[in-house]
């Protein structure tokens, strides 16, 4: 597997998906080896049984900082990437390359050329439909170029550029024609990929309905361990990104609605993004809301188990929802908004509520998954045994059974 962060540096729903997946895959039997950039770490270990190989990088990596898409985009980090994939594959006598990352595509691609492998690709995003991704929110399909200039980047730099200067409008222009170009050479490589893997519904018909072929729905995996009860908190949690597309304002203009009927409940907002200060002065104002930056996994699992309700807001079609499925693997019921696939995570009325995108309606399902809370655990409880085996030896095995029918 080739991914652009692992552990240490886990940064993302993305590496924590690559892990649970290699974990299962180790316990059916294969041997599987992570392959990504060292930003520092040791170029060589085993961690939890999973060999992880990284190779040098330009840049290093401190204080659980992503480092800039642009070091992933250039043509440096092409001819990196390719070099050291095919160079560890060769060694390894690898079977089946799974790109964990779109930026790894072109990487992919030539390695599958040279060592005559298949190369299966896994998108968790839309990027390589359209970097900003406006256009499919509503219509699901790419914007032409345009429309890219006049409608997707305008909306950008009105919801995500809070301080408009001229510098900024001209670096932003020259931004979104790079990051076009990339998009095409990307998107052209991920179309020569053995097998693309969308890992959802909603994903996988928007992918499908913008000329992508040879795509299959397989989730990301999660592991359930449901042993022991937790003492619950008056809280509920928001984790992800503090950016509109989130939804955390729709949250935020739900809550007084929530806080008249417990108007003790606190709300724990986790992340960080172009939100953040704005929300800290909200905080400073209501002893209700309490925010943190970025926390740890472990951190973060812990503070889902420990929660009444996490709730997913997005207003953006979500491709899956992790947040959505960590939070029901430590037994707490989650309310989202029905948008991508979060649907295709929570059960309606089992394991949390699923709203339209009203402020009303989401109010109303928070307050609903605070009442039935016992009821919505319980229910967790009682269906782990099918959730494990949708979200964590489903997806293993039919990854191994597009392994071996391409091998």
Known sequence: MATEYF??????????????????????????????????????????????FRFPFYQ?????????????????????????????CKAEKIDALHIQGKYYSPAGYITKLI??????????????????????WNNKKSCNLKEYFTQDLKQYLENYVPNKTMFSLISNLAFALRARIIRNIFKYFALKMTRIICISKAQTKIYKG???????????????NLRKKTKVENKIVFAGRLTPGKGINLLMQSMPEVLQKFPKLQIQIIGEGILKKSLEKLAKKNPNVKLEGQISHTKLLNTFSKSLVTVMPSIWPEPF???????????????????????????????????????????????????????????????????????????????????????
């Open 210 to 224: 913008n000329g992508f072929k040879k795509v299959n729905v397989i989730y990301n995996s999660m592991e359930f």
């Open 321 to 407: 929802g992790r947040i959505a499925l960590e939070s029901i693997s430590q037994g707490t019921p989650v309310v989202v908004t029905r948008n991508g696939g979060l649907s295709e995570i929570i059960d309606h009325g089992k394991t949390g509520y699923v709203c339209p995108q009203t402020t009303s309606a989401l109010a109303m399902s928070i307050i609903m998954a605070i009442k039935n809370n016992k009821e919505l655990r319980n229910n967790i409880r009682s269906g782990a045994g099918l959730l494990k085996k949708k979200f964590h030896q489903s997806p293993a095995q039919k990854y191994i059974k597009i392994y071996e029918n391409t091998v």
């Open 115 to 136: 060592l005559r492998i298949p190369a299966i690709l896994t998108v968790r995003d839309y990027q390589l439909i359209c970097n900003y991704g406006f256009c499919i």
């Open 7 to 52: 552990w240490p540096h886990d940064l993302g729903g993305s590496e924590w998906s690559t892990y649970y997946l290699a974990r299962q895959l180790i316990n059916e039997g294969h041997e599987v080896i992570i392959i990504t950039p060292n930003y520092g770490s040791k170029n060589r270990e085993v961690w939890r049984k999973i060999s992880i």
């Open 60 to 88: 290093k990596i401190k204080g659980g900082t992503a480092i800039s898409p642009f070091w992933h985009t250039n043509i440096l980090w092409i001819i990196l990437s390719t070099f050291y994939l095919i160079k560890i």
